[in-house]
């Protein structure tokens, strides 16, 4: 069955970095579109950026361009999220999703917690 | 980027019908077939309830439906349970090729 395991979440003080993990299981991973999408503390989603199959096609929000870049090796079966200069608004879960079209998303990880905080 | 807009909170009482909205723009609900519909219960993550505007996952009740009009999306839950309480937010594709969701509705069964 279809798994998105997510990690690397953690605390982390204002301006740092961090990497995010998403490891796939259960399907062809190199055949899908990838996703993150975090959701703030009592808050609704945003997306946050996706990735095509080949990692050729890249799209950001306006508040993580130039910050976060995501990436995905096939070989690994496994998406990640590089996140830098790290902001107190950035404090959310972080969700991994697989894109079945147009970025609609069947399956979803479980979620890993980023909390950025002195 | 926008959110679409959502109510903050509907109500229902069991067996009825209930309907929330998802209203965007001509640049993504009014533009493109992609709206998408998710389930999300306090602490777990999101479930597809609804694609393509109208489309229903395998394994998803009859009791939720979708359609469009115009630059507005709709999700209706039929035969109200209790189960059903929890909220639930409407997505979109855009004219920039990236996502928009709604801000989410509540959805409380009295």
């Known amino acids: 069955q279809v798994q998105l395991v997510e990690s690397g979440g953690g605390l982390v003080t204002p301006g740092g970095s961090l990497r995010l993990s998403c490891a796939a299981s259960g399907f062809s991973f190199s055949d899908h579109y990838m996703t993150w999408i975090r959701q703030a503390p009592g808050k609704g989603l945003e997306w946050v950026s996706h990735?095509?199959?080949?990692?050729?096609?890249?799209y950001y929000s306006d508040s993580v361009k130039g910050r976060f870049t995501i990436s995905r090796d096939n070989a690994k079966n496994s998406l990640y999220l590089q996140m830098n200069s790290l902001r107190a608004e950035d404090t959310a879960v972080y969700y991994c999703?697989?894109?079945?079209?147009?970025?609609?998303?069947?399956?979803w990880g479980q979620g890993t917690l980023v909390t950025v905080s002195s | 980027q926008s959110a679409l807009t959502q109510p903050a909170s509907v109500s229902g009482s069991p067996g009825q019908s209930i309907t929330i909205s998802c209203t965007g723009t001509s640049s993504d609900v009014g533009r493109y077939n992609h709206v998408s519909w998710y389930q999300q219960r306090p602490g777990k993550a999101p479930e597809l309830m609804i694609y393509?505007?109208?489309k229903r996952p395998s394994g998803v009740s009859n009791r939720f439906s979708g359609s469009k009009s115009g630059n507005t999306a709709s999700l209706t839950i039929s035969g109200l349970q209790a189960e059903d309480e929890t909220d639930y937010y409407c997505s979109s594709y855009t004219r920039s090729n990236t996502l928009v969701f709604g801000g989410g509705t509540k959805l409380t069964v009295l």
């Open positions: 393509d505007v109208s």
């Open positions: 999703a697989r894109d079945q079209g147009w970025l609609q998303f069947g399956y």
């Open positions: 990735i095509s199959q080949s990692g050729n096609v890249i």
